[in-house]
Protein backbone atom coordinates (compact mmCIF):
# COMPACT_ATOMS: atom_id res chain seq x y z
CA UNK A 1 0.00 0.00 0.00
CA UNK A 2 1.26 3.74 -0.59
CA UNK A 3 2.70 5.50 2.11
CA UNK A 4 -0.35 7.27 3.39
CA UNK A 5 0.84 10.67 5.58
CA UNK A 6 -2.31 10.81 7.88
CA UNK A 7 -2.86 13.55 10.46
CA UNK A 8 -4.69 11.33 13.03
CA UNK A 9 -5.15 7.66 13.85
CA UNK A 10 -7.04 5.32 11.49
CA UNK A 11 -8.87 2.19 12.43
CA UNK A 12 -9.37 -1.10 10.18
CA UNK A 13 -12.86 -3.44 11.71
CA UNK A 14 -13.45 -6.63 10.56
CA UNK A 15 -17.59 -7.08 9.75
CA UNK A 16 -19.42 -10.48 11.00
CA UNK A 17 -19.64 -13.18 8.45
CA UNK A 18 -22.57 -13.24 6.04
CA UNK A 19 -23.64 -14.75 2.89
CA UNK A 20 -21.85 -14.03 0.25
CA UNK A 21 -24.10 -12.64 -2.44
CA UNK A 22 -21.87 -13.72 -5.31
CA UNK A 23 -21.16 -17.18 -4.33
CA UNK A 24 -23.43 -19.69 -3.19
CA UNK A 25 -23.36 -21.27 0.01
CA UNK A 26 -19.73 -19.03 0.92
CA UNK A 27 -19.92 -16.52 3.72
CA UNK A 28 -18.33 -12.91 3.35
CA UNK A 29 -16.45 -10.47 5.67
CA UNK A 30 -14.52 -7.45 5.09
CA UNK A 31 -12.52 -5.26 6.40
CA UNK A 32 -13.83 -1.70 6.51
CA UNK A 33 -12.56 1.55 7.40
CA UNK A 34 -14.40 5.02 7.64
CA UNK A 35 -13.83 7.80 5.45
CA UNK A 36 -14.13 10.89 6.79
CA UNK A 37 -12.29 14.75 8.04
CA UNK A 38 -9.32 16.23 5.77
CA UNK A 39 -7.60 12.99 5.36
CA UNK A 40 -10.40 11.12 3.21
CA UNK A 41 -9.34 11.80 -0.23
CA UNK A 42 -5.72 11.02 0.67
CA UNK A 43 -6.83 7.69 2.32
CA UNK A 44 -9.22 6.78 -0.52
CA UNK A 45 -6.64 7.18 -3.15
CA UNK A 46 -4.22 4.60 -1.50
CA UNK A 47 -6.69 1.95 -0.21
CA UNK A 48 -8.15 1.78 -4.07
CA UNK A 49 -4.64 1.74 -5.27
CA UNK A 50 -4.40 -1.45 -2.86
CA UNK A 51 -7.48 -3.28 -3.97
CA UNK A 52 -10.29 -1.56 -1.59
CA UNK A 53 -13.25 0.05 -2.42
CA UNK A 54 -15.56 2.45 -1.48
CA UNK A 55 -19.34 2.59 -0.22
CA UNK A 56 -20.93 5.42 1.12
CA UNK A 57 -17.98 7.03 3.29
CA UNK A 58 -16.97 3.56 3.89
CA UNK A 59 -13.72 1.77 1.86
CA UNK A 60 -14.13 -2.28 2.09
CA UNK A 61 -12.01 -5.22 1.21
CA UNK A 62 -12.81 -8.69 1.23
CA UNK A 63 -11.68 -10.81 3.80
CA UNK A 64 -13.28 -14.06 3.39
CA UNK A 65 -12.83 -17.23 5.34
CA UNK A 66 -11.18 -19.73 3.19
CA UNK A 67 -12.26 -17.98 -0.12
CA UNK A 68 -10.02 -15.59 -1.98
CA UNK A 69 -12.09 -15.38 -5.29
CA UNK A 70 -12.55 -11.19 -5.27
CA UNK A 71 -10.02 -9.77 -7.03
CA UNK A 72 -9.29 -6.19 -7.52
CA UNK A 73 -9.26 -5.48 -10.80
CA UNK A 74 -8.63 -2.26 -13.45
CA UNK A 75 -8.12 -1.28 -17.12
CA UNK A 76 -5.02 -0.20 -18.54
CA UNK A 77 -6.59 2.48 -20.38
CA UNK A 78 -3.66 3.53 -22.68
CA UNK A 79 -3.31 -0.21 -23.85
CA UNK A 80 -7.06 -1.35 -23.90
CA UNK A 81 -7.64 -3.20 -27.67
CA UNK A 82 -11.25 -3.27 -28.47
CA UNK A 83 -12.69 -6.33 -29.74
CA UNK A 84 -14.83 -6.43 -32.62
CA UNK A 85 -18.10 -7.08 -30.12
CA UNK A 86 -17.12 -4.16 -28.03
CA UNK A 87 -16.78 -1.85 -31.58
CA UNK A 88 -20.28 -2.74 -32.50
CA UNK A 89 -21.65 -1.86 -28.66
CA UNK A 90 -19.89 1.23 -28.93
CA UNK A 91 -21.70 1.92 -32.69
CA UNK A 92 -25.06 1.08 -31.22
CA UNK A 93 -25.04 3.95 -28.70
CA UNK A 94 -23.75 6.49 -30.95
CA UNK A 95 -26.60 8.63 -30.76
CA UNK A 96 -26.74 8.72 -26.90
CA UNK A 97 -25.93 11.72 -25.24
CA UNK A 98 -23.39 11.84 -22.04
CA UNK A 99 -23.70 14.55 -19.39
CA UNK A 100 -21.73 14.54 -16.22
CA UNK A 101 -23.67 15.26 -12.92
CA UNK A 102 -23.37 15.87 -9.77
CA UNK A 103 -23.88 13.50 -7.63
CA UNK A 104 -26.91 14.27 -6.85
CA UNK A 105 -29.96 11.55 -6.26
CA UNK A 106 -33.40 12.52 -8.53
CA UNK A 107 -36.41 10.86 -8.64
CA UNK A 108 -35.89 10.00 -12.46
CA UNK A 109 -32.74 8.28 -11.33
CA UNK A 110 -34.14 6.37 -8.63
CA UNK A 111 -37.22 4.89 -10.60
CA UNK A 112 -34.66 3.85 -13.46
CA UNK A 113 -32.62 2.23 -10.36
CA UNK A 114 -35.53 0.70 -9.09
CA UNK A 115 -36.72 -0.83 -12.60
CA UNK A 116 -33.11 -2.08 -12.93
CA UNK A 117 -33.41 -4.17 -9.78
CA UNK A 118 -36.16 -5.64 -9.91
CA UNK A 119 -35.65 -7.10 -13.18
CA UNK A 120 -32.05 -8.01 -12.33
CA UNK A 121 -31.40 -8.58 -8.73
CA UNK A 122 -34.57 -8.89 -7.64
CA UNK A 123 -33.94 -10.75 -4.75
CA UNK A 124 -31.09 -8.95 -3.56
CA UNK A 125 -31.17 -6.71 -0.96
CA UNK A 126 -30.58 -3.51 -3.36
CA UNK A 127 -34.20 -4.64 -4.61
CA UNK A 128 -35.52 -3.65 -1.63
CA UNK A 129 -33.96 0.19 -1.24
CA UNK A 130 -36.51 2.96 -1.06
CA UNK A 131 -35.33 6.41 -2.21
CA UNK A 132 -33.60 7.60 0.81
CA UNK A 133 -31.31 4.71 0.67
CA UNK A 134 -30.53 5.59 -2.98
CA UNK A 135 -29.83 9.39 -2.14
CA UNK A 136 -27.39 7.68 0.66
CA UNK A 137 -25.73 5.81 -1.87
CA UNK A 138 -25.42 9.13 -4.47
CA UNK A 139 -24.45 11.58 -1.86
CA UNK A 140 -22.75 10.27 0.74
CA UNK A 141 -19.24 10.43 -0.76
CA UNK A 142 -16.83 12.32 1.48
CA UNK A 143 -14.58 12.23 -2.19
CA UNK A 144 -14.92 13.58 -5.49
CA UNK A 145 -17.56 11.54 -6.94
CA UNK A 146 -20.22 12.68 -9.69
CA UNK A 147 -23.14 10.63 -11.87
CA UNK A 148 -22.91 10.07 -15.70
CA UNK A 149 -26.24 10.32 -17.08
CA UNK A 150 -26.71 8.46 -20.39
CA UNK A 151 -29.68 10.10 -22.26
CA UNK A 152 -31.63 9.43 -25.88
CA UNK A 153 -32.47 12.28 -28.63
CA UNK A 154 -35.54 12.80 -26.82
CA UNK A 155 -34.21 13.11 -22.89
CA UNK A 156 -35.22 9.72 -21.83
CA UNK A 157 -32.87 8.24 -19.16
CA UNK A 158 -31.45 4.79 -20.14
CA UNK A 159 -28.36 4.47 -18.38
CA UNK A 160 -26.52 5.83 -15.07
CA UNK A 161 -23.08 5.13 -13.33
CA UNK A 162 -21.67 6.51 -10.19
CA UNK A 163 -18.13 7.29 -10.46
CA UNK A 164 -15.06 8.61 -8.29
CA UNK A 165 -12.53 10.75 -9.57
CA UNK A 166 -8.99 9.68 -9.26
CA UNK A 167 -5.63 11.22 -9.24
CA UNK A 168 -4.46 8.23 -11.21
CA UNK A 169 -8.02 7.07 -12.93
CA UNK A 170 -11.80 6.72 -13.19
CA UNK A 171 -13.54 4.21 -10.57
CA UNK A 172 -17.10 2.82 -11.62
CA UNK A 173 -18.44 2.39 -7.98
CA UNK A 174 -22.47 0.97 -9.26
CA UNK A 175 -24.43 1.13 -12.71
CA UNK A 176 -27.95 0.69 -13.69
CA UNK A 177 -29.88 1.00 -16.91
CA UNK A 178 -32.69 -0.09 -18.72
CA UNK A 179 -33.19 -3.76 -18.55
CA UNK A 180 -35.45 -3.97 -21.41
CA UNK A 181 -32.44 -3.26 -23.88
CA UNK A 182 -30.23 -6.12 -23.87
CA UNK A 183 -28.81 -5.33 -27.47
CA UNK A 184 -27.57 -2.04 -26.51
CA UNK A 185 -25.49 -3.87 -23.83
CA UNK A 186 -25.74 -0.70 -21.57
CA UNK A 187 -23.27 -2.29 -18.99
CA UNK A 188 -20.18 -3.03 -21.58
CA UNK A 189 -20.88 0.92 -23.17
CA UNK A 190 -20.65 2.58 -19.65
CA UNK A 191 -17.11 1.01 -19.32
CA UNK A 192 -15.96 1.88 -23.02
CA UNK A 193 -16.84 5.27 -22.51
CA UNK A 194 -15.04 5.44 -18.88
CA UNK A 195 -12.06 4.29 -20.88
CA UNK A 196 -12.40 6.94 -23.31
CA UNK A 197 -12.90 9.90 -20.63
CA UNK A 198 -10.07 8.52 -18.90
CA UNK A 199 -7.64 8.81 -21.72
CA UNK A 200 -9.60 12.28 -22.35
CA UNK A 201 -8.43 13.54 -18.80
CA UNK A 202 -5.03 11.83 -19.29
CA UNK A 203 -5.80 9.37 -16.45
CA UNK A 204 -4.21 5.52 -17.12
CA UNK A 205 -6.70 3.64 -15.14
CA UNK A 206 -10.34 2.50 -14.90
CA UNK A 207 -10.92 0.95 -11.85
CA UNK A 208 -13.72 -2.08 -11.66
CA UNK A 209 -14.09 -3.16 -8.66
CA UNK A 210 -14.19 -7.46 -8.12
CA UNK A 211 -13.46 -9.62 -10.68
CA UNK A 212 -15.19 -12.82 -9.84
CA UNK A 213 -14.69 -16.02 -11.97
CA UNK A 214 -17.48 -18.10 -10.37
CA UNK A 215 -20.29 -15.40 -10.87
CA UNK A 216 -21.91 -14.58 -13.74
CA UNK A 217 -22.38 -10.79 -12.57
CA UNK A 218 -18.62 -10.12 -12.25
CA UNK A 219 -16.97 -12.60 -14.81
CA UNK A 220 -17.73 -9.83 -18.09
CA UNK A 221 -14.90 -7.85 -16.41
CA UNK A 222 -12.00 -10.09 -17.88
CA UNK A 223 -13.14 -9.03 -21.47
CA UNK A 224 -11.80 -5.12 -21.25
CA UNK A 225 -8.13 -6.40 -22.13
CA UNK A 226 -5.52 -5.69 -20.58
CA UNK A 227 -6.52 -6.02 -17.12
CA UNK A 228 -4.40 -5.34 -14.12
CA UNK A 229 -5.35 -7.85 -10.86
CA UNK A 230 -3.97 -6.80 -7.63
CA UNK A 231 -2.45 -9.73 -5.29
CA UNK A 232 0.21 -10.35 -3.31
CA UNK A 233 2.99 -8.79 -5.12
CA UNK A 234 1.19 -5.54 -6.52
CA UNK A 235 -0.63 -4.63 -9.89
CA UNK A 236 -0.12 -7.04 -12.28
CA UNK A 237 -1.16 -7.20 -16.07
CA UNK A 238 -3.32 -10.27 -16.48
CA UNK A 239 -5.17 -11.49 -19.59
CA UNK A 240 -8.09 -13.70 -19.43
CA UNK A 241 -6.45 -17.30 -19.39
CA UNK A 242 -3.50 -16.57 -16.84
CA UNK A 243 -6.69 -15.30 -14.62
CA UNK A 244 -8.01 -18.82 -13.63
CA UNK A 245 -4.40 -19.59 -12.07
CA UNK A 246 -3.49 -16.82 -10.91
CA UNK A 247 -6.63 -16.99 -8.57
CA UNK A 248 -5.22 -19.17 -5.53
CA UNK A 249 -2.35 -17.00 -4.97
CA UNK A 250 -4.40 -13.75 -4.07
CA UNK A 251 -5.34 -12.86 -0.23
Known sequence: MDHIP??????????????CPYITGRLERKI???????????????LSRAGFRRSHSIAYTPACPNCSACIPVRIAARHFQSDKTMRKVWRINGDLI????????????????????ESRHGNGDMALMGFYDYRSMV????????????????DTLVAVCLTD?????????????????????????????LIEESLRLGLPYVYLG???????????????????AFGANGWQPLDGDVFQNQVPQFR
Open 139 to 154: EDSPIDTFLLEFRQAD
Open 165 to 193: RMSDGLSAVYSFYVPEMPQRSFGTFMVLW
Open 210 to 228: YWIAESRKMAYKSRFKPLE
Open 6 to 19: LKRPHFFFTTAALP
Open 98 to 117: ARMVPARATAEQFKLFSRYQ
Open 32 to 46: VTELNGSDAEILHEA
